[in-house]
């Protein structure tokens, strides 16, 4: 994340399940490491809500169901 702000259209970017478990880890340490960012997840803000209600759970199912598969 080049300038540090999470970006709803960036959760529907075509992304392998490695790819999303990065983009999703890199994200969470990014809302983690900046106080503004926490303060307006914890009180489940847009975009934030997005990604930890859906985008967070979702990677981890795809990266349990099809995390070692390679892309077609």
């Known amino acids: 994340m080049a300038d540090n702000t999470i970006k709803r259209d960036d959760f529907t970017i075509l992304r392998t399940p490695a790819e999303l478990a990065t983009y999703v880890s890199e994200t969470y ?3 983690a490491s900046v106080r503004e960012f926490r303060q307006t997840a914890r009180l489940r803000r ?21 995390g070692e598969q390679k892309e077609k």
Do not use: A
């Open 29 to 31: 340490e990014v809302i």
């Open 46 to 66: 847009e975009p934030y809500k997005t990604f930890i209600e859906e985008l967070m759970p979702f990677s981890h199912f795809c990266t349990w169901r099809y």
